[in-house]
T-cell receptor, first 110, second 116 residues
Framework: LAKTTQPISMDSYEGQEVNITCSHN???????ITWYQQFPSQGPRFIIQ???TKVTNEVASLFIPADRKSSTLSLPRVSLSDTAVYYC???????????FGKGTRLHILP | NAGVTQTPKFQVLKTGQSMTLQCAQD?????MYWYRQDPGMGLRLIYY???????DKGEVPNGYNVSRLNKREFSLRLESAAPSQTSVYFC???????????????FGPGTRLLVL
């Protein structure tokens, strides 16, 4: 399984765009990149997944450069309710054991 | 459609006591998982079950046993609880995604366990 590295914590202000970068230097050819969000006292929930280039949904965008050794989760115009821990995971098929690291603790300030 | 449910929500045990954490999902998923999350830490996989009748160890299986009772239910048992097992326990289930992508996991609300 590819190991991921992401910042331990980040602060931002309401209305700003927040970018959280994840490094995964030994990503395998078949691996996808997945991000989860976890609010306090809740289980994680799926945000977005991608393989290459750019993926966008109603919550976030995911940017993946051509070498796929890193990825950036972009949250547009954050609000206080986006305060959460964000996990970057790398894996492929259903036989992979998904490994959650410590994630990035995002704190949005008013 | 309740998704993933867990019982109990909270539990206090004394060292040496046993208990079973229950998990059920109504999404017809094949794979189910048990994680623990210690304060300020990420999730660590205890056991998982790729399908009914199969279970495999994760990162931190010691002190735990699991049972995949049927496709819906996956239980976690602590035979002799220790203070080091104080944690929040999350159950999850997953569905396959198209094109070989990594499965999406759906998590329950968690069980908060305190072992004195």
């Amino acid at each position: 399984l590819a190991k991921t590295t992401q910042p331990i914590s980040m602060d931002s202000y309401e209305g700003q765009e927040v970018n959280i970068t994840c490094s995964h230097n030994n990503i395998a050819t078949n691996d996808y990149i997945t991000w989860y969000q976890q609010f306090p006292s809740q289980g994680p929930r799926f945000i977005i997944q991608g393989y290459k280039t750019k993926v966008t949904n109603e919550v976030a965008s995911l940017f993946i450069p051509a070498d796929r050794k890193s990825s950036t989760l972009s949250l547009p115009r954050v609000s206080l309710s986006d305060t959460a821990v964000y996990y970057c995971l790398v894996g492929a098929n259903r036989d992979d054991k998904i490994i959650f690291g410590k994630g990035t603790r995002l704190h949005i300030l008013p | 459609n309740a998704g993933v449910t867990q019982t109990p929500k909270f539990q206090v045990l004394k060292t040496g006591q046993s208990m079973t954490l229950q998990c059920a999902q109504d999404m017809n998923h094949n794979s189910m998982y048990w994680y623990r999350q210690d304060p300020g830490m990420g999730l660590r996989l205890i056991y998982y079950s790729a399908s009914e009748g199969t279970t495999d160890k994760g990162e931190v299986p010691n002190g735990y046993n699991v049972s995949r009772l049927n496709k819906r239910e996956f239980s976690l048992r602590l035979e002799s609880a220790a203070p080091s097992q104080t944690s929040v326990y999350f159950c999850a289930s997953s569905e396959p995604r198209s094109g070989g992508a990594s499965e999406t996991q759906y998590f329950g609300p968690g069980t908060r366990l305190l072992v004195l």
